[in-house]
């Protein structure tokens, strides 16, 4: 079964500073996908990032970027030049493809993250 | 464009009264669906996911139906509502690869 596992609670960065989310998982799965989603106090969840396994090339969306480390089955998100509107929760979340494909995401234990000014 | 809708926003209910919630979606055509609570300042806990019409999986036991009466329909209710069905419901639908799941607005239900 695929497990994800956010191990930082809680975190908080200046505005203008960077910082990382660390995010593990496990699947037995040759190709999966990977995201980061954000959940701001509307709670409102939005896609930050995604990362297909079978590409080497880490993602990258504006000032989110990931380092995708595939045998260490690690996926951290980096924010950069933080914001005041980056303050939210943040999911990182695994998913399978192939013929067992059925489309769920399988989400970790969240990180909240406070951008402070 | 796709959107997604769920209503009601915000509802309170009465211990063993019935619940039903309805998410929406439009722009897309055989979606795959799914049901989500989370409690305060938690994780996402997957309910239910559908592939298609009338398709209802069940992730955990719990005192929840869905179910799917149309393509783009999914609809989340309950018979008698307990203490513990208090939460934040989300909706989401995707398509297969790349698995990316978009959310409505939520749900906000107090059940007092």
């Known amino acids: 079964a695929q497990t994800v596992t956010q191990s930082q609670p809680e975190m908080s960065v200046q505005e203008a500073e960077t910082v990382t989310l660390s995010c593990t998982y496990d699947t037995s799965e040759s190709n999966y996908y990977l995201f980061w989603y954000k959940q701001p106090p509307s709670r409102q969840m939005i896609l930050v990032i995604r990362?297909?396994?079978?590409?080497?090339q880490n993602a990258t969306e504006n000032r989110f970027s990931v380092n995708f480390q595939k045998a260490a089955k690690s996926f951290s998100l980096k924010i950069s030049d933080s914001q005041l509107g980056d303050t939210a929760m943040y999911f990182c979340a695994s998913s399978r493809v192939g013929s067992s494909n059925t489309g769920k995401l399988i989400f970790g234990q969240g990180t909240t993250l406070q951008v402070k000014p | 464009s796709q959107t997604i809708h769920q209503w009601p926003a915000t509802l309170v209910q009465p211990v063993g009264s019935p619940l039903s919630l309805e998410c929406t979606v439009e722009?897309?055509?055989?979606?795959?669906l799914y049901w989500y609570r989370q409690a305060a300042g938690r994780g996402l806990q997957l309910l239910f996911y559908?592939?298609?019409?009338?398709?209802i999986s069940s992730e955990v036991p719990q005192n929840l139906s869905a179910s799917r009466p149309q393509d783009r329909q999914f609809i989340l209710s309950s018979k008698k509502l307990l203490l513990s069905d208090s939460g934040f419901y989300l909706c989401?639908?995707?398509?297969?690869?790349?698995?990316?799941?978009?959310f409505g607005p939520g749900t906000r239900l107090t059940v007092l």
């Open positions: 559908s592939v298609g019409i009338g398709q």
């Open positions: 990362q297909e396994a079978y590409k080497q």
């Open positions: 989401a639908w995707s398509v297969l690869a790349p698995n990316e799941q978009f």
């Open positions: 722009g897309t055509s055989n979606p795959n």
